[in-house]
T-cell receptor
Framework: DADVTQTPRNRITKTGKRIMLECSQTKGHDRMYWYRQDPGLGLRLIYYSFDVKDINKGEISDGYSVSRQAQAKFSLSLESAIPNQTALYFC??????????????FGPGTRLTVL | RKEVEQDPGPFNVPEGATVAFNCTYSNSASQSFFWYRQDCRKEPKLLMSVYSSGNEDGRFTAQLNRASQYISLLIRDSKLSDSATYLCVVTRNTGNQFYFGTGTSLTVIP
């Protein structure tokens, strides 16, 4: 089984709809991240969390919110989706204590299309 | 100015060729450096970390030049399976801020 899972894997929605993307991990890592990837722009950080009580904005947090329900779960919400939020979304985890120099482990991605 | 810049390519090379990618970063406070590999429609996966002294993993060699603020990846004896996008990643404030390059596309041709 995958260590980092994301649901749904694909989603098509309409402008104005509320969407939640979910991420779960079995790696036991404290740190979790949400990124979006767009052609020509690379991966950009939306939000990150170092533990259940810690939430931080990333480079492009406007229009998004997150919830860290448990150490293993980190959800990303689009309160009112707009077409320029069409992208590939990745969840990632890391654990500095592992001594692996901040390696991040990514989920398989969610392809979101906003019409 | 972008935190991390890479030549997007594409690089199309024959099997067995040696190919090199470079990446520059803008902030001298950057602390950790990595190369990730991303296959089409898949998630990025760590290829190798980059150490100040340079490091090698089989056919792959990574080097860091802090003075010039660039990172390089050398792939020797290219295989068809090396075809992918290679992402340069830089961090600051360890574990806090990761900056990804846009990636360099490599296709190895039979």
């Amino acid at each position: 089984d995958a260590d980092v899972t994301q649901t749904p894997r694909n989603r098509i929605t309409k402008t104005g709809k509320r969407i939640m993307l979910e991420c779960s991990q079995t790696k036991g890592h404290d740190r979790m991240y949400w990124y979006r990837q767009d052609p020509g722009l690379g991966l950009r950080l939306i939000y990150y969390s170092f533990d259940v009580k810690d939430i931080n904005k990333g480079e492009i947090s406007d229009g998004y919110s997150v919830s860290r329900q448990a150490q293993a779960k980190f959800s990303l919400s689009l309160e009112s989706a707009i077409p320029n939020q069409t992208a590939l979304y990745f969840c990632a985890t890391s654990d500095l204590a592992s001594g692996s120099l901040d390696e991040q482990f990514f989920g398989p991605g969610t392809r979101l299309t906003v019409l | 100015r972008k935190e991390v810049e890479q030549d997007p390519g594409p690089f199309n090379v024959p099997e067995g060729a040696t190919v090199a990618f470079n990446c520059t970063y803008s902030n001298s406070a950057s602390q950790s450096f990595f190369w990730y590999r991303q296959d089409c429609r898949k998630e990025p996966k760590l290829l190798m970390s980059v150490y100040s002294s340079g490091n090698e993993d089989g056919r792959f060699t990574a080097q860091l030049n802090r003075a010039s603020q660039y990172i390089s990846l050398l792939i020797r004896d290219s295989k068809l399976s090396d075809s992918a996008t290679y992402l340069c990643v830089v961090t600051r404030n360890t574990g806090n801020q990761f900056y990804f390059g846009t990636g360099t596309s490599l296709t190895v041709i039979p």
